[in-house]
């Protein structure tokens, strides 16, 4: 292992760590990725390797996929919805690259989730990263005409499933979740429903860790009712810190004296299409941790 393995790996991680995150929804697993896959860059010679980017995304995908291949197993077996985990952009990073903050939105994941594990790779290195079909093919393995087939065939599926969206800022952000709690407060279910999508979906993502509707609810009245439920058991000590996660509104959650979990919104025209309640304490305690994005 020498310096410049270092300075190289260094300075693609941010770009590492999005491909790794895309891939499999999960900032922990991602991390866990990039441990491994520096180690195996590390057995490599620089002077060897033409084009380094192309290179380390090779070993960064592969990793991923046999990750991504494990963990789709242990999915099977998870109690209620499954939702990536959330992170927070550092705020250095780029806000005016559309294309990046979508891809890592969870929206976006929550659509790459009903791709192969193939379809998600190609679709993340190609739509987002730019990647040329012969340096993807390089990639996964497979032949050039086989990934243009792939690549086609995922971004037919994502365009068919994929919402509006628009980057957020603070100020945006802030004022999304103060009208959706003005609302809620009020204690009024017809006041709360007239923020929602009259076919808004509300998610929960506990793994049976924490008390949460293990299946979806759908429609303005039923998740009216429920969020005014779980605001009355909060009770008085009741905290929000608002912010963005994966590129989306929204605020993370504190009553009992601690962290209850992250929710993410979802908006369209101006009304809440989707609330994403991440509750398992797995995949919230770390998204306070600001992540450097980049492609």
Known sequence: MTSTHAEQFTELRPLLF??????????????DVLQESYLRWAQVDPATVDNVRAYLAQIVTR???????????????????????????DATDPVDDVVLAES????????????TPDERAVFVLREVFAFGYGEIAGIVGKPAATVRQIAHRARGHVHARRQKFAPVDTAQATEVVNRF???????????????LAPDVVYLADS????????RPVHGAKAVATMLLGLLRISGDD??????????????????????????VLDVVDGLLQNVYAIRNPEKFAGAHTARHIAR
């Open 63 to 89: 990793q991923s996929l046999n990750a991504l291949r494990a963990l789709s197993r242990r999915r099977e077996e998870y109690v209620g919805p499954w939702l990536p985990e959330p992170i927070l952009i």
């Open 181 to 195: 709690f003005a609302a809620a407060l009020s204690g009024d279910v017809e006041q709360l429903m007239a923020v």
């Open 238 to 263: 009741l905290r929000l810190d608002v912010g963005i996660y994966s590129s989306m509104p929204g605020f993370a959650v504190h009553f009992d004296g601690k962290p209850q979990g992250i929710f």
């Open 207 to 214: 793994d049976g860790k924490m008390t949460a509707a293990r």
């Open 104 to 115: 890592v939105s969870t929206a976006m994941l929550i659509v790459l989730e009903s791709l």
């Open 18 to 31: 999005t491909v790794a995150y895309e891939i499999l929804g999960s900032a922990t697993e991602a991390d």
